[in-house]
């Protein structure tokens, strides 16, 4: 049996294995067989679809061998591969393998693992211990030279993503935030400007990782001016954000039409923040009671509730809710089955996390450049499991311009058409 080879072959250089080497092993032989079966299984199928003869009667397309084997970097070590090369004797198309790409030397997974250490503020000297702890012994090839390659792409990817065609596209929602990394982006008052947006059949998307100034109106309104100038011509319906932003402002002015409203997830925050740690919980169970109302007056019922109990004791907590009353309560008049998705900033929030709490040491190693770049490569590698709008199909619905009343459709009533006399 494969485990009794292993244990043989660890006695015989007089070193035990622990059960935990021992299983990686057996775990990374596995994979490695079901890896290149795979792969060969692809191979039988290609060919079994390209059966031409030349005129001699001889195939057309052919085994011919295999590749040199190359060791794939993946979540559980290095796993030694063979790719099996395919000939086409009349000099047609080539055979490429989508299983293993000839370019492909690490699983995806690595992928987002290695600019998550990265930001995390583990640096490019220090990537490569840190994997070998990670992966083992088999990491020795991620050399911190080849890891400052790596980035470079992502720089090259970064760029030529931010000069992306955005013709045809149109998002029903911005969710848009301003991160501020401790990297040295040259001023303290730097920080990355980010948006997100929802398609019309429910899928989210990245739309732009910038960097702006202290969120002000002049930054965001490059970024918005970009987008238009890329062909994003149309505006949300509505978009999603905290008050402190200068994108408010900058939003009213290239996109007026669109609705706003502002974070309740922010707002609760803000407004608890004024407020002594023992009044809290009520505070913050009336404030919930707002957004979570199934209708907009009982909302507003609870927000004077809120105003009566607080005003005479915390007028500062109840000046920050008071002055976002028009944008608190904008959702009411979106679909009921968005409104988790549009309250608040979450979906931004949640994929940002690793950003906003990097540690001290990432100040040291991080750039302007390569952080962009690194930002745009762990939100593009979180976008692929970012979930669909619930009900995708009421957003064309709101495209069509469909009005919405306290999450109910409105019914239109059509007058009966009068008979000529």
């Not at 049996?1 to 596995?30: C, F, H, N, Y």
């Not at 004024?274 to 109302?293: D, N, T």
């Not at 019922?301 to 809120?306: D, I, M, V």
Request: aromatic letters at 8%; glycine letters at 8%.
């Amino acid at each position: 049996m494969k485990q009794d080879t292993v244990w043989e072959s660890a006695l015989a250089s007089e070193e035990l294995p622990s059960a935990k080497s021992v299983l990686e092993q057996i775990v990374r032989e596995g994979a490695q067989k079901m890896l290149q079966q795979a792969i060969e299984f692809e191979v039988d199928e290609y060919l079994s679809t390209h059966q031409q003869q030349d005129e001699r009667g001889k195939r057309v397309v052919v085994r011919h061998g295999h590749l040199p084997k190359r060791n794939l970097m993946t979540g559980i070590g290095p796993i030694a591969v063979q790719a099996p090369r395919v000939r086409h004797r009349d000099g047609g198309a080539r055979f490429s393998s989508a299983i293993l790409p000839c370019y492909l030397r690490r699983s995806p997974s690595l992928d987002a693992l290695i600019p998550a250490l990265h930001l995390k503020g583990v640096s490019s000297g220090n990537l490569q211990e840190a994997l070998e702890a990670i992966l083992g012994p088999g990491a020795a090839g991620l050399s911190s030279s080849n890891i400052i390659r790596l980035k470079q792409v992502w720089e090259e990817e970064y760029q030529q993503w931010q000069r992306r065609d955005l013709s045809g596209k149109e998002y029903v929602y911005f969710w848009v935030d301003g991160i501020h990394c401790n990297v040295r982006l040259g001023d303290s008052g730097l920080c990355i400007l980010v948006v997100m947006g929802a398609l019309e059949d429910g899928r989210k998307e990245l739309i732009a990782v910038v960097d702006g100034y202290r969120e002000s109106k002049t930054s965001w309104l490059e970024v918005l001016r970009d987008l238009k100038a890329r062909g994003l011509k149309q505006g949300p319906r509505l978009a999603i954000g905290d008050g402190a932003l200068g994108f408010w402002a900058a939003f009213e002015e290239e996109y007026g039409d669109g609705s706003v409203q502002r974070c309740w997830v922010h707002k609760t925050a803000n407004v608890l923040d004024k407020m002594p740690k023992s009044v809290q919980p009520g505070a913050k169970e009336l404030l919930h009671e707002m957004y979570r109302a199934a209708n907009k007056n009982d909302a507003l019922l609870a927000y004077e509730k809120f105003l009566r109990r607080y005003q005479a004791k915390y007028p500062k907590a109840c000046a920050c809710l008071e002055k976002d009353k028009e944008v608190l309560f904008t959702f009411y008049q979106f679909p009921a089955e968005h409104w988790s998705h549009i309250r608040s900033t979450n979906p931004i929030e949640s994929t940002f996390a690793t950003v906003r709490h990097r540690t001290r040491q990432s100040k040291n190693c991080c750039n302007r450049k390569s952080t962009l770049a690194m930002v745009y490569k762990l939100a593009s590698q979180a976008q692929k499991k970012w979930r669909r709008i619930n009900a995708p199909k009421l957003l064309g619905r709101i495209s069509c311009g469909v009005k919405f009343v306290d999450g109910i459709e409105e019914k239109v009533e059509t007058q009966p058409l009068k008979m000529a006399a």
